[in-house]
Nanobody
Framework: QVQLVESGGGLVQAGGSLRLSCAAS????????MAWFRQAPGKDREFVAA????????AYASSVKGRFTISRDNAKNTVYLQMNSLKPEDTAVYYC??????????????WGKGTLVTVSS
């Protein structure tokens, strides 16, 4: 059974930074692409960033490009999201997702329960 457990959320002032972590278990982590999504209050869940199985290819939503960095440590079965220059509009529950393929295809088949990030102005 695959489990994805996010951590690192919290309250931060605008302009600050946070690093989210997602620890995976249950199947071979290193062969699957990983992604981060977020859902703000009253809005649909949206894609934030993705990374392929090796970490050699990444993709970002335009709203976070240049501010957020996705990375992974296959030895630790963990994916990270470094968030810098945070804005109030980044406030959301952030979800980790594991794709069904090695290169991200937008088809996550496992999701974490989320971690809340609140950015104050």
């Amino acid at each position: 059974q695959v489990q994805l457990v996010e951590s690192g959320g919290g309250l931060v002032q605008a302009g600050g930074s946070l690093r989210l972590s997602c620890a995976a278990s249950g199947r071979t982590f290193s062969i699957y692409a990983m992604a981060w999504f977020r859902q703000a209050p009253g809005k649909d869940r949206e894609f934030v960033a993705a990374i392929d199985w090796s970490g050699g290819s990444t993709a970002y939503a335009s709203s976070v490009k240049g501010r957020f960095t996705i990375s992974r440590d296959n030895a630790k079965n963990t994916v990270y999201l470094q968030m810098n220059s945070l804005k109030p509009e980044d406030t959301a529950v952030y979800y980790c997702a594991q794709d069904s393929t090695s290169y991200y295809r937008g088809s996550p088949d496992y999701w974490g329960k989320g971690t809340l990030v609140t950015v104050s102005s």
